[in-house]
């Protein structure tokens, strides 16, 4: 089956700072790899996907990047603010509709 | 849009009893709903994946006797714990994949369980 790898597990920058975590994966048949924010308490909410098909994706401050000869993805949070303080978790999906496999998390710290 | 509720949001329960959590998709329909269980400072672990009107299909290690699933609708899918004990304790989320959306996946706020 599809192993995902998280890193780093714990992060902490200061405010207005960059972050970037890094996932792996093992499936060169996935296709889909999705972000989520999951605060203290609460489930997780998708803050940016990307598809195979595409190399990069922005939003905001927010971007992925995907590079699937290398079986990697990346998140990248620019301008941290206190208020991105949480846990953020990749997924990877091997095809359409299929579930998804989450990486470990990582909890981000930003100090104002 | 694309809003996932769950309740109750907290429960606490005697051991031996069962519990019912419910998944609605709000403002889509879900023709698939994903159950997940999540251990303090974990990651999701799926437990079954729900179809609208079939039987759900659980992941390896998942007792389907004890978990019982539920999907009577395209915008409800209930979990019922069965014959609670204390390690059944945890925080469960279900999420729902957006009808003709095929990847997008929306999670609930999840439900925290504990079981004295």
């Known amino acids: 089956g599809e192993n995902v790898e998280q890193h780093p597990s714990t992060l902490s920058v200061q405010e207005g700072d960059s972050a970037v975590i890094k996932c792996t994966y093992s499936d060169s048949a996935s296709n889909y790899f999705p972000w989520y924010k999951q605060e203290l308490g609460k489930g997780p909410q998708l803050i940016i996907d990307i598809r195979s098909n595409v190399g990069e994706k922005k939003d905001q401050r927010i971007a992925v990047t995907l590079n699937k000869t290398a079986k990697h993805f990346s998140l990248h949070i620019t301008e941290t603010q206190p208020e991105d303080s949480a846990v953020y978790f990749c997924a990877v999906s091997p095809r359409a509709g299929n579930m998804l496999t989450f990486g470990g998390g990582t909890r981000l710290m930003v100090k104002p | 849009g694309a809003v996932v509720s769950q309740h109750p949001s907290r429960v606490i329960c005697k051991s031996g009893t069962s519990v019912k959590i419910e998944c609605r998709s709000l403002?889509?329909?879900?023709?698939?709903m994903f159950w997940y269980r999540q251990f303090p400072k974990q990651s999701l672990m799926l437990m079954a994946t729900?179809?609208?009107?079939?039987?759900?299909?659980?992941e390896q290690g998942v007792e389907k006797d004890k978990f019982l699933i539920n999907h009577a609708s395209l915008t409800l899918s209930t979990l019922t714990v069965t014959s609670a004990h204390p390690e059944d304790s945890s925080f469960y989320i279900c999420?729902?994949?957006?009808?003709?959306?095929?990847?997008?996946?929306?999670f609930g706020p999840g439900t925290r369980l504990t079981v004295t």
């Open positions: 403002d889509f329909q879900a023709t698939t």
């Open positions: 729900s179809n609208e009107g079939s039987k759900a299909t659980y």
């Open positions: 999420s729902a994949r957006v009808r003709d959306r095929a990847h997008e996946q929306y």
